[in-house]
């Protein structure tokens, strides 16, 4: 059926409870969205326009706070808007390094329902959540056996968006893959259903479950692919706009492969005049573990232009006019990026994984991440082509993208 509230299109049991935990787009407060984070916003606007109750869970310095619809609504006007009250006398002693994140503590302490120390959280969860509610963790984060307990009386549907920090620990900073491996068996454990952003991670988590003896529950529903928003938009004063520009989108970090775009771009810099070389624009935040490449691009030239904090508006601005989106990562969950610039009808080079034919099928050309001949001979093709784009439409009757009604319609549907 479809409740009073709902977009048109989404079929739900209008009367349950959910609670959906926020923690991690708290944790990003003041800071672009990534691609995880952009799914917990989807999933929190689409639960304030569903009828039923709703709350939400936040895990911050100083304990746990529960918000209800009011407060979830609050909350959500701040992340949207990234404005956000005065800090209050509690922040200002706790995340001194974080004023954004001080802020948005605060907001969640003037709009609690309730607030408790980490020992509290069951008699909580208890007291204002109702057995046989939903909770949803769709982040990756507070996925605590103490959480997870406290909604032992509720369903438990966690999204796993890939399992890269065990398939590739060597690209992940210290510590991380035991940490992603003890969660990964706690929502083995405990979690009731798993919701998985695309076949490819069911395949890969569910070889770590049957590993472990585990055979939770479990659901494919694609993320939703929205035309990207350009309002307010300009192009970036670093890019020529008279030259071509080539855009690599993502952390700088050793998974998204930058190296092999900077060893093409020396390549083509040795058979070149500077005047004939194309513009390769990294758009994304320096992350881990990648010193050597942090080094090359402190020492290159203006062929080569890292933007560490665009804007989405920005970014889609710059990518609807690049020359191509290059997007050599050895392994992703989902990654949006290809499938915005599709949208937008830029050119896609990206590397041959099964995630990328699950839901772009032909569009992209498909690269071998290990080949920097062949991503060279890709790029100068593009660059003999010129101006010439593919049509938009054309590229919009080949492929039908996911969208968050379908994705949505099958996770409400148990959950």
Not at 2 to 20: Q, V, W
Not at 287 to 292: A, D, L, S, V, Y
Not at 352 to 376: A, H, M, Q, S, T
Not at 386 to 402: E, K
Request: proline content about 6%; aromatic content about 8%.
């Amino acid at each position: 059926m479809h409740g009073a509230g709902t977009k048109p299109g989404i079929t739900i049991n209008s009367a349950r409870t959910r609670c959906l935990d926020l923690t991690r787009l708290i944790s990003r407060a003041g800071r672009r969205l990534t691609g995880v984070d952009r799914v917990e916003m989807a999933y929190l606007t689409q639960f304030l326009e569903l009828d039923g109750p709703l709350f939400a869970l936040v895990r911050t310095s100083l304990g746990y706070v529960l918000l209800d619809r009011s407060g979830v609504a609050a909350i959500a006007t701040c992340l949207q808007t990234n404005v956000w009250p005065a800090r209050d006398i509690l922040s200002r002693f706790t995340n001194r390094r974080h004023v954004k994140r001080q802020k948005a503590e605060s907001a969640l302490r003037q709009h609690a329902l309730a607030r408790c120390r980490p020992r509290g959280l069951a008699r909580m969860i208890a007291t204002h959540i109702p057995a046989g509610a939903s909770y949803f963790n769709v982040g990756h984060a507070n996925l605590s056996r103490r959480v997870l307990d406290a909604f032992a009386h509720s369903q438990r549907a966690v999204m796993i968006h890939d399992t890269i920090p065990l398939d590739y620990p060597e690209y992940q900073a210290d510590g991380i893959p035991a940490a992603f491996a003890a969660k990964l068996r706690r929502v083995g454990d405990l979690a009731d259903l798993i919701i998985y952003n695309s076949a490819q991670s069911q395949r890969d988590a569910q070889r770590y479950f049957d590993e472990w003896g585990q055979a939770p529950k479990g659901i494919v529903a694609l993320l939703g692919v929205t035309e990207p928003d350009m309002t307010g938009g300009r192009w970036p004063e670093e890019v020529d706009p008279n030259r071509p520009a080539f855009v690599c989108v993502g952390t700088i970090e050793p998974r998204k492969n930058h190296a092999l775009l900077l060893d093409v771009w020396d390549q083509l810099a040795q058979e070149r005049a500077p005047a004939e070389m194309p513009q390769l624009v990294i758009a994304g935040a320096r992350g881990w573990k990648n010193e050597k490449v942090f080094q090359r691009l402190d020492a290159s030239d203006n062929a080569i232009i890292e933007l560490n904090a665009i804007s989405d508006p920005d970014l889609f601005t710059l990518l609807n006019g690049a020359t191509a989106l290059l997007f050599p990562s050895v392994a992703e969950g989902f990654g949006l990026p290809p499938a915005e610039a599709a949208l937008l009808g830029t050119p896609v080079l990206c590397a041959d994984l099964p995630v990328y034919r699950e839901f772009l099928g032909d569009i992209p050309v498909y690269l071998d991440v290990n080949d920097g001949y062949l991503w060279k001979k890709a790029v100068e093709t593009l660059l003999e082509r010129g101006t010439q784009r593919p049509d938009r439409q054309a590229i919009s009757d080949q492929i039908a993208l996911p969208t968050w009604t379908e994705h949505f319609n099958i996770v409400l549907r148990v959950a």
